[in-house]
């Protein structure tokens, strides 16, 4: 079980999926020991930081930015079309994101 993640994203008015009438406040964390992928509510004014290392765990009062873990997410496609999901694979799997070089003269766009 994880204890403690890194926020990966934070949205302060809530998923733009979702109904304005339902939207609360998510953060979206990766575990740090089990490399989990998490949707949080934060509580009523946290500030959360990108990287920010945040407590999930079973001890509530030793949350102080974390309301609850609402889910875990899938890796395989909660997230839809969102364009940050490849940045989340690669840090997940670093051999799942290897490109292949450009082409000749085009020095600025290579990648492994």
Do not use: W
Not at 32 to 55: M, N
């Amino acid at each position: 079980m994880e204890d403690y993640a890194r926020i990966l994203d934070y949205l302060p008015q809530g998923h733009p999926d979702q109904s304005k009438f339902h939207r609360e406040p998510l953060a979206y964390a990766l575990g740090v020991d089990e490399f989990k992928l998490f949707e949080l509510v934060p509580k009523e004014g946290a500030a959360l930081g990108i990287g920010q290392r945040v407590y999930i765990g079973k001890e509530i009062d030793q949350r102080t930015e974390v309301l609850h873990v609402k889910r875990r997410v899938d890796r395989d496609g909660d997230f839809g079309s969102d364009p940050e999901v490849p940045l989340v694979r690669c840090a997940l799997n670093p051999l799942e994101c290897k490109r292949p070089l450009a082409e000749k003269g085009d020095e600025n766009d290579s990648y492994e």
